[in-house]
């Protein structure tokens, strides 16, 4: 059995980079919640940061490895630096799918 290619599985996409980035912290003998404590965002902000895009937290984690955003999230940032639109996030969830609301139609 093969394994997909980042290319033909945007969601394997996001997972390897969210492993990486985690790699990265942990090699520069940092955690998530030093991080937090470090740039004063709340508790948990940080380890977010790695499954839903929230700009502080992304900011933080950079600043800590001494990079740019754009530089650890290539799905969320376009390469000069500007973020990609929130529709853009919307299309790709690292868990696969979102929970139903109660009374939605399918």
């Known amino acids: 059995m093969t394994r997909p290619s980042p290319k033909a599985?945007?969601?394997f996409d996001r997972v390897a980079e969210a492993r990486?980035?985690?790699a990265k912290v942990?090699?520069?003998g940092l955690s998530f919640a030093q991080i937090?404590?470090?740039f004063k965002l709340s508790a948990g902000t940080a380890r977010q940061a790695l499954r839903e895009p929230n700009p502080a937290g992304e900011r933080a984690i950079a600043a800590a490895l001494g990079t740019k955003p754009h530089f650890l999230w290539p799905s969320r940032y376009r390469p000069s630096?500007?973020?990609r639109s929130q529709l853009d996030w919307?299309?790709?969830r690292l868990t696969g799918s979102?929970?139903?609301r109660a009374?939605?139609?399918t």
Do not use: E, S
């Open 9 to 11: 599985n945007p969601v």
């Open 20 to 22: 990486a980035i985690k």
């Open 26 to 28: 942990v090699q520069a």
């Open 36 to 38: 937090d404590r470090t």
């Open 81 to 83: 630096g500007q973020r």
């Open 90 to 92: 919307n299309k790709i």
């Open 98 to 100: 979102t929970p139903k």
């Open 103 to 105: 009374g939605a139609q």
